[in-house]
């Protein structure tokens, strides 16, 4: 199984940006797709973006479109999430998730879409 340990989390002004990176176990990680997900306490994870094997697709969700951008490094088993002008609503625990059967639907992502999570790293933005 894939293991996935998320960092750069961090507390930023908004407006400001920071980056996200995660770093998976294993031999495979080409073959399998990747995701950023976020949570904040009381509500449901949401879905924040996402990218194949190869890198040749990504997925954003509507709320951060435009401010985020998702990408991999298949050589050093690396996905990244640079979030640029951020909102004091993109305050969550942000999670990585992987999974090699990922087929996304015209329902949406979701997280049950995803086998394998990260730990999760604290972003907070302040105004």
């Known amino acids: 199984q894939v293991q996935l340990v998320e960092s750069g989390g961090g507390l930023v002004q908004a407006g400001g940006s920071l980056r996200l990176s995660c770093a998976a176990s294993g031999r495979t990680f080409s073959s399998y797709a990747m995701g950023w997900f976020r949570q904040v306490p009381g509500q449901e994870r949401e879905f924040v973006a996402a990218?194949?094997?190869?890198?040749?697709?990504?997925y954003y969700a509507p709320s951060v479109k435009g401010r985020f951008t998702i990408s991999r490094d298949n050589a050093k088993n690396t996905v990244t999430l640079q979030m640029n002008s951020l909102k004091l609503e993109d305050t969550a625990v942000y999670y990585c998730?992987?999974?090699?059967?990922?087929?996304?639907?015209?329902?949406?992502?979701?997280?049950?879409?995803?086998?394998?999570w990260g730990q999760g790293t604290q972003v907070t933005v302040s105004s």
């Open positions: 990218i194949n094997g190869n890198g040749g697709l990504t």
């Open positions: 998730a992987t999974d090699r059967f990922f087929s996304p639907s015209v329902a949406g992502i979701q997280p049950t879409d995803f086998g394998s």
